[in-house]
């Protein structure tokens, strides 16, 4: 069974930043793939970023792009957020997840086998 541990969420104001880590016990035997989604009280479920294997594709949601950065070291089977410019509606929890194996990133939730618990994140105005 796949673990996923998220650190790093907490209350910033608009404009701050905030790095977001997810560790995942897993002892690759194949490729996968990493990504982060939220969820906002209310709302459904949704793709932030993900990144492939080796961290040469990755992909964004509009929403964030050119403000948040998504990174992985294997060798610790960990990834990471990079949230700059932090805006109120940036707040949501903010969830891990991993395609094993996978080596395309997808923005869709079912296509994930394995998540985090969460770690909220809040912006405030």
């Known amino acids: 069974q796949v673990q996923l541990v998220e650190s790093g969420g907490g209350l910033v104001q608009a404009g701050g930043s905030l790095r977001l880590s997810c560790a995942a016990s897993?002892?690759?035997?194949?490729?996968?793939?990493m990504a982060w989604f939220r969820q906002a009280p209310g709302k459904e479920r949704e793709f932030v970023a993900g990144i492939s294997w080796i961290g040469d594709r990755s992909d964004y949601a509009d929403s964030v792009k050119g403000r948040f950065t998504i990174s992985r070291d294997n060798a610790k089977n960990t990834v990471f957020l990079q949230m700059n410019s932090l805006q109120p509606e940036d707040t949501a929890v903010y969830y891990c997840?991993?395609?094993?194996?996978?080596?395309?990133?997808?923005?869709?939730?079912?296509?994930?086998?394995?998540w985090g618990q969460g770690t909220q994140v809040t912006v405030s105005s």
């Open positions: 897993i002892r690759p035997f194949s490729s996968y793939v």
């Open positions: 997840a991993v395609d094993w194996p996978g080596t395309r990133v997808s923005t869709m939730t079912k296509e994930y086998d394995y």
